[in-house]
């Protein structure tokens, strides 16, 4: 029977010798095609150091081996060892494992002598990448099966009581919506035969040897490899009849240390999930740096290629703003940014809010560019109140096909789909994306953001998509900045599960950084200070401190050309205050005009000689004496009458 297949050679790594093998027919105790090692075949002298845990059977095999003198030292190969009988593993896996000393995909590794796999003598087992699998094992009656029966007896099973026994391994997903439709019309509504499919598919079609596996139970994730078909069995209770064998590792992974975007895939709520987008993270549970470069050194892994868990594993951050920043956004003092950027950390959700003018959105642009490292990783929408969940995130919009002209409603992604997808991809995860949401009190937020309300406060989890039917989560490394006009609507306006969900940062004339910014701003630009002695004196006669001035109104070059200043003050800030004071009778240009602040600021031009009283020490000058020339401006610094300073 054994010669229906060919001999198989295995390379071992580094140039080394390699070993020989034959596929046999018959199958292992848990349901696995079984595999000889032939008498002569080298083995490693050694195993990598994280292989008794990913692989304790292939590890527990080879040490009984090498205790019974089956693999041992031998003179034919010096530095190798070697097997001096035919061993017979309950796998191809795990004979290249014994071999290896390592994790191995046997039914790749095994390869004829014109170099064709293992995989293409065998029925649904293909080459390619192996994928990754959630199976719950809860989903029998409620009971858990990890414990019971996977774990002891090496396998993983899906319940399929009316499933017809015709419903093989390689069966088409048609061919089995058929028999679901027809085996549970009575016993499940559509949505459950829907789901069926697509669980019974992936388990008998999909799933192939070599791929990882997972399941949870008693809140500890446990991972080993399929090693060998699916097959539909009938338990003594007629609960689960669909099962494939599997190596289980010898230890679980508590939940809550998992990291973040693994926890988001494990609480998809389907009996089979795929996990192949986290799958390196999958391949790195447990193991160190150290023991992962081992494990590519041992496979003969090309060293200019990074290795997928250790790039899966690399860890986001966010860059410190330093002084060289606050200097170029005029912020007062380094520690402000640092504590936004501490927010964002901690909350990953940031609202800027105040005034019109206080440079919310410019801040939140130069801000998001600085901690993402680039303007690609931002993007900015600017909400109003018809924006919709649609236009946000997903919907069905017109598009004519570029062939017909015909117009259809097409499923499209929405600015936030677009950099969700956009940070989840593969080389990105550990790089910061920014979505910066101006005016973000202006459209109704609950309609906007949907289901998508949940996802900003539980990063760990993922939500069914309305209109898609996706499974969605938002990556670790998406940052919310949104920007908020008080004088818009109040902050008091907004609901408690938004204010549960950001953190707001106060931009205001009456606090730093905004209240010197302009100061700060036209001594950069070496220009006078009176609009900023201006604008302090203005806001100083606004009672309600939202309906306030920013300074960005006089941070412009139009500003600063003949008739600027008074122009601007006449189109742009005082229109806001009539609207703000209107049906109260409120003359705003009495009040609020350039004239009238002028004359309550105190005397800009230079100071009439004055004698100035010095004490005997020269030390100090008289108080008001020093404050008139505070307000004069360091030119205009009050002197004797004969011009020397004393």
């Keep these: 029977m054994a010669a229906q297949y060919p001999e198989f050679l295995l390379r071992l790594p580094h140039g080394g010798p390699e070993a020989r093998g034959q596929l046999l027919p018959e199958m292992g105790t848990n349901g696995s095609q079984k595999f000889t090692v032939l008498a002569g075949s080298p083995a490693r002298p050694e195993v990598v150091p994280s292989f008794p845990v990913r692989m304790p059977s292939s590890n527990k095999l080879r040490e009984r081996l090498i205790d019974e003198g089956v693999i041992r030292e031998t003179a034919t190969r010096p530095g190798w060892l070697e097997v001096v009988e035919d061993v017979v593993c309950n796998s191809p896996s795990a004979a290249a494992e014994i071999l290896r000393g390592r994790s191995s995909n046997g039914w790749l590794a095994w390869r004829t002598a014109d170099d ?14 192996s994928r990754a699998w959630l199976v719950r094992g809860s989903s029998v009656a409620g009971l858990d099966l990890v414990q019971r029966m996977w774990l002891p007896e090496g396998r993983v099973t899906l319940s399929a009581d009316r499933l017809r026994q015709e419903a093989s391994q390689g069966i088409s997903k048609d061919q089995l919506r058929t028999f679901v439709d027809e085996d549970y019309e009575a016993a499940a509504t559509y949505g459950q035969r829907v789901q069926f499919v697509e669980d019974f598919h992936a388990f008998l079609s999909r799933m192939r040897p070599g791929d990882r596996v997972c399941t949870l139970s008693g809140g500890r994730l446990y991972v080993g490899e399929i090693t060998g078909g699916a097959e539909q069995t009938s338990s003594e209770d007629g609960r689960s009849n669909l099962r494939r064998p599997v190596e289980w590792g010898a230890e679980g992974y ?50 200019t290629v990074e290795i997928p868990a250790l790039t899966a594993r690399r860890e986001l951050e966010l860059p ?30 940031v609202v800027l809010y105040g005034p019109p003018g206080t440079g919310k959105t410019f801040l939140a642009l130069k801000l998001a560019e600085f901690l993402g490292g680039g303007p690609e990783q931002v993007k900015l929408v600017q909400f109003h109140p018809s924006y919709a969940y649609e236009d946000f995130f ?10 017909t002209r015909d117009v259809a409603f097409r499923l499209t992604a929405g600015p936030l789909r677009e950099l969700a997808d956009l940070a989840s991809r593969e080389g990105n ?29 539980y990063r760990n989890k993922s939500v069914r998509l309305t ?35 950001f953190a707001f ?142």
């Design 320 to 349: 410190v703003p330093d002084q060289r920043l606050a200097d170029d956004l005029l912020v007062h003092d380094v520690d402000w940014l640092r504590e936004v950027r501490d927010l964002l950390w901690d909350d990953r959700q």
């Design 505 to 646: 940062v106060e931009l205001s004339p009456r606090v730093e950084p905004t209240s010197g910014l302009l100061r700060r701003w036209l001594e950069q630009q070496e220009k006078g200070r009176e609009p900023a002695d201006l604008l302090d004196a203005l806001n100083a006669r606004i009672d309600d401190p939202d309906f306030r001035i920013g300074p960005s109104y006089l941070m412009k070059k139009g500003v600063y050309r003949d008739g600027g200043l008074e122009r601007t003050w006449r189109t742009k800030i005082l229109p806001l205050l009539e609207e703000h004071h209107y049906g109260e009778g409120v003359d705003v240009e009495k009040r609020y005009g350039l004239d009238a602040l002028r004359k309550s600021l105190p005397r800009q031009e230079a100071l009439a000689p004055m004698q100035v009283t010095v004490p005997v020490t020269g030390a100090e000058e008289p108080a008001a004496a020093h404050a008139s020339a505070w307000f004069a401006g360091p030119a205009t610094r009050a002197v004797p009458a004969s011009g020397s300073d004393s």
């Design 467 to 501: 209109y898609s039917g996706d499974d969605f989560a938002l990556p670790p490394n998406l940052f919310v900045i949104g920007t908020m006009n008080t004088a818009d609507r109040s902050i008091a306006l907004v609901d408690a599960a938004m204010r549960r969900r």
């Design 254 to 303: 508590p939940h809550e240390e998992l990291p973040e975007e693994l926890q988001q895939k494990l609480s998809v709520q389907h009996d089979v999930v795929d996990l192949t987008t986290v799958k390196a993270i999958v391949d790195g549970l447990g193991v160190s740096d150290e023991e992962l470069a081992d494990e590519a050194e041992a496979a003969d892994r090309d060293p």
């Design 116 to 129: 064709r796999p293992l995989a293409d003598f065998l029925e649904q087992v293909w080459s390619g990448p």
């Design 394 to 403: 997903e919907g069905f919009r017109p598009k004519e096909d570029p062939d």
């Design 429 to 457: 995860r550990h790089v910061p994306h920014f979505l910066i949401i101006d005016e973000i009190n202006r459209a109704n937020l609950a309609k906007v953001f949907g289901e998508l309300y949940f996802l900003l406060e």
